[in-house]
């Protein structure tokens, strides 16, 4: 394999709706950015079904095809769309170094940083068999499907409360999965979740495992871990709300990052703490996680970025 450098002016690392969002910027500004879209091409969404808030789809639409409807557009305006990854980066000078797939040097005016974030999983395999038909790790993106319906959500976390909140207004009930015999979440979630008739939090609960028909999820078995009486509680869907992991890995030792790994941007900005090094979509968002805040924070990356090479320009010439 080729073994030379390259040079660009705009890298952009990822390939979710804030990468692509970011490409089709750049490839309009003139920036002629290639992009590595990461072993899953088309990020998270590639594993939704259907998506029915992003604005511009009345219908609404499949989560793959709308991310080939993102690649399309960015391809349109000229960005070089590369299947692969990056595996390290060196961000200690000008112009700044990415390696991909382990060999391949880039070296890049800026990078705009779009790996995003994955969501934990329990790891149960029928938890995967229902990905989709039944089984969501988002709330926001798929309660609306369950509306009148009875549903579980596992997690203590202020995400798990805030998702059951947000679950209970759509939903008959929202059975909480807690592990524990207390909650991990703030006092003020914890109180909210608590008031809310509809719904019943099991503690010291763990689930066994999500049981369908083949079709749809119909139940889920769980455990009491003082106790260990089993009990199958009837739900529609099943939601899992115990985390997500920012893929940061790379970026650790030179990016500003929170205790959690997210990338830290200068507010209302996508600067981090290097010049040049941008973060745009879930990679330094915790807390909105939307396909359509992230394409907006993609698009805030490449005017970030071609405002940086402008101004880079025009110091120049001065
Ligand atoms: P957290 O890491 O805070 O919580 C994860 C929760 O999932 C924990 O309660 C943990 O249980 C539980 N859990 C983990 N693994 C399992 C498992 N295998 N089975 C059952 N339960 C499991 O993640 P969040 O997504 O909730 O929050 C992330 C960050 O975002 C936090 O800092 C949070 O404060 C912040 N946030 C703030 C919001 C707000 O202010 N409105 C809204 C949402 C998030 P255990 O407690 O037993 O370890």
Redesign the pocket.
């Known amino acids: 394999m080729s073994q030379e450098n390259e040079h660009v002016q705009c890298l952009i690392i990822g390939s979710g709706p804030a990468g692509y969002t970011a490409a089709i910027y750049a490839a309009r500004a003139d920036l002629k950015p290639i992009m590595y879209t990461g072993m899953q091409a088309g990020g998270q969404l590639t594993q939704t079904t259907d998506v029915e808030n992003f604005p511009g789809y009345p219908q609404g639409i499949m989560g793959p095809e709308m991310m080939e409807d993102f690649r399309k557009q960015a391809e349109r305006f000229g960005t070089d769309i590369r299947f692969g990854y990056v595996s390290s980066v060196d961000f200690s000078s000008a112009p700044h170094k990415v390696v991909v797939d382990e060999i391949k040097t880039i070296t890049a005016d800026t990078v705009i940083i779009a790996t995003g974030a994955t969501a ?1 999983w ?1 790891g149960l395999p029928s938890e995967q068999q229902y990905n989709g038909f039944g089984v969501s790790a988002c709330a926001v993106c798929d309660g609306f499907f369950f509306k009148g319906q009875d549903v579980a959500i ?7 409360a ?1 998702e059951a909140t947000y679950l209970a207004k759509l939903c008959k009930t929202v059975h909480l999965l807690v ?2 015999d207390e ?4 006092k003020a979630m914890v109180s909210r979740v608590l008031a809310t008739p509809n719904i019943v939090v099991h503690y010291n609960t ?1 689930t066994r495992e999500i049981l369908g028909n083949g079709k749809n999820v119909t139940a889920v078995k769980v455990i009491n871990n003082k106790t260990s009486e089993e009990i199958d509680i009837a739900v529609e869907g099943f939601f899992v ?4 992991k920012p893929n940061t890995d790379i970026f650790k030792g030179q990016l500003d990052m929170d205790e ?1 790994g997210y990338l830290l941007t200068k507010p209302g900005s996508t600067l981090t703490n290097i010049e040049g090094v941008f973060a745009c979509g879930d990679v330094q968002d ?2 909105y996680r939307q396909a359509v805040t992230a394409a907006g924070s993609g698009c805030m990356a490449a005017l970030d970025a071609e405002r940086y090479l402008a101004a880079k320009e025009h110091a120049v010439e001065a």
């Open positions: 934990k329990l596992v997690g203590a976390g202020d995400t798990a805030e592990r524990r909650f991990r979440a703030s763990e709300a115990i985390g997500h959690t915790m807390y």
